[in-house]
Nanobody
């Protein structure tokens, strides 16, 4: 079955950096787009970044993280990453990875496959 296991969260000071990882199994990783979402209690889960499958990656970011976060993937390791720099309190959330589709001309579409999440807390 599909498994997505996030890691790399923690407590970081404002301005600091973290790198999240999501190890995937149970499906052909290279055939699927991958993404990172985040959720704060009481709010809906929001898309942070997505990366397409295939040789020429298409990438999208939420406006709030553009220029600070970078999504990447290593198909040989079945892993998607989220490098987060210049973190601020507004980035505090539980971060989840997701497998989905991200076809040309379309927005990223998530599936029901979610990891357990990793907590990111930005605080001094």
């Amino acid at each position: 079955q599909v498994q997505l296991v996030e890691s790399g969260g923690g407590l970081v000071q404002p301005g600091g950096s973290l790198r999240l990882s999501c190890l995937a199994s149970g499906f052909t990783f290279g055939n699927f787009a991958m993404s990172w979402y985040r959720q704060v209690p009481g709010n809906e889960r929001e898309l942070v970044a997505a990366i397409s499958s295939g040789a020429a990656w298409r990438i999208t970011y939420a406006d709030s993280v553009k220029g600070r976060f970078t999504i990447s993937r290593d198909n040989g390791k079945n892993t998607v990453y989220l490098q987060m720099n210049s973190l601020n309190a507004g980035d505090t959330a539980v971060y989840y990875c997701n497998k989905g589709t991200f076809y040309i001309g379309e927005d990223y579409r998530p599936t029901d496959s979610w990891g357990q999440g990793t907590q990111v807390t930005v605080s001094s």
